[in-house]
């Protein structure tokens, strides 16, 4: 049996944990007990890792000076836990039959990105062939997340994987890909959920639904910025999840209004169910993330064990807007080519208070967006002056951003 140390097994809890959030979220979108069957197996090996790393950090203390640097490694491998937990809770949606609206499905189908899941077909386009030979992301908005192979996983796969027949792909991107995606597999062709064509007045079910969907979104971007905020130990990333979190904790507690209301308003209240358990879950989500980023707000060094399993860099990460006349606006992504120069890498895109995370190479941006990225720090002038800026530093050592010229 292969034996892992602790780097890796938290690199791999990390990714795992990550993972079963979008399965899980996919698995209500889809109402696919099978994908919340999958989170539920995933879990198993989540705990399993989860004891093997809090056995290998308890034999590696020797001394008081090491447990105190060892804590912050057993905080985070507990948050990581309490994320495949929540990743559980939310799955558990489907598989005890709680319900939720159907309006609910119709708004998360129609999100710019969505989860999906496919299986490959025996004599179709992706059948034994390498994933690299389809350019996923480019030809449809869609990236791999994981591969289902029998009973083993493959997480975050490269591109030299030969994809085989039954395989299941996990995938997450833009909806508008589906229908390409599902014809290489050869599976079925999909239909999305449709709303109900009639026009009605704003509901406080309405109100709900609304909220939880931004709930999901800001839950799964809390969790990514809080990682990239022990990668980086950077104290910025760390505030922005934080508040995230008291954003989080506002809207659940106007969910809860919300269905109270509607409840009272005649609605269905087994479908209800579903939309409180989701909250909590939402909501827990960004507990967790907090948990993890009060280790760089509050600690001084962090164990260097976290920064090399979840992505040790000297980079630095840096908040810059899209200015009006700046030469980014409206290009995608994959046209700024962005990580060969100034050699940054986006991690979250702010449009007006939602967040994208893990944007792809097809977003496009426009003025006023607030792009979070790392890079090299002798790449920050030039990131600044393609988003529109002249990058100063003041008399206190702080970064400055002016209008060019």
């Given at each position: ?257 919300w269905v109270l209301g509607a409840a009272g308003d005649g609605a269905d209240p087994g479908p209800l169910r579903g939309l409180l358990h989701l909250g909590t879950a939402a909501e827990d989500l960004g ?77 496009r941006l426009v003025p006023g967006d607030q792009v979070l990225a790392s890079g090299p720090e002798e790449g920050r002038a030039a990131l600044a002056e393609m988003l529109g800026w002249v990058l100063t ?10 209008p060019l010229p």
């Amino acid at each position: 049996m292969e034996t892992k140390n602790l780097r890796e097994m938290l690199a791999e809890a990390k990714d795992t944990s990550e993972l079963m959030v979008d399965l899980a979220y996919a698995a209500v979108f889809f109402d696919d007990p099978d994908m919340a069957d999958e989170v539920d197996g995933l879990e198993s090996e989540i705990s399993e890792l989860v004891h093997d790393m809090r056995t290998l950090c308890v034999i590696a203390v020797r001394n008081p000076r090491e447990a105190e640097a060892m804590s912050a490694v057993l905080q985070v491998i507990s948050a990581v836990e309490r994320i495949g937990n929540d990743a559980v809770d939310i799955a558990r949606i489907v598989t005890r039959r709680l319900g939720i609206p159907h309006e609910l499905v119709v708004d998360m189908a129609a999100a710019e990105e969505i989860s999906h899941r496919v299986e490959i077909a025996d004599g179709s386009h992706f059948a034994n062939r390498p994933l690299s030979a389809f350019e996923l992301p480019i030809v449809t908005g869609l990236r791999v997340m994981a591969i289902r192979r029998g009973r083993s996983w493959l997480i975050d796969p490269k591109g030299n994987e030969i994809l085989q027949p039954t395989d299941v792909l996990f995938l997450r991107g833009s909806p508008d890909g589906i229908e390409r995606l599902r014809e290489l597999a050869g599976a079925s062709s999909y239909t999305p959920p449709v709303a109900a064509t009639e026009t009605r007045a704003l509901t406080d079910l309405d109100r709900a639904i609304d909220t939880l969907v931004e709930m999901k979104n800001l839950s799964e971007v809390a969790v990514g910025l809080a990682y990239s905020s022990l990668v980086y130990r950077d104290r910025s990333l760390a505030a922005e999840v934080r508040h995230l979190e008291d954003r989080l904790d506002e809207m659940n507690h106007r969910l809860e209004l919300w269905v109270l209301g509607a409840a009272g308003d005649g609605a269905d209240p087994g479908p209800l169910r579903g939309l409180l358990h989701l909250g909590t879950a939402a909501e827990d989500l960004g507990d967790q993330a907090q948990s993890m980023v009060w280790l760089v707000e509050k600690s001084g060094d962090l164990h260097p064990v976290l920064g090399i399993a979840l992505g040790d860099t000297d980079d630095v990460v840096v908040r810059i807007p899209v200015a009006e006349q700046s030469q980014v606006a409206d290009k995608t992504l994959a046209e700024l080519e962005l990580p060969i120069e100034p050699g940054f890498n986006v991690l979250a895109i702010d449009r007006g208070g939602h967040y994208r995370y893990r944007p792809r190479s097809q977003v496009r941006l426009v003025p006023g967006d607030q792009v979070l990225a790392s890079g090299p720090e002798e790449g920050r002038a030039a990131l600044a002056e393609m988003l529109g800026w002249v990058l100063t530093e003041d008399d206190d050592g702080d970064f400055v951003l002016e209008p060019l010229p």
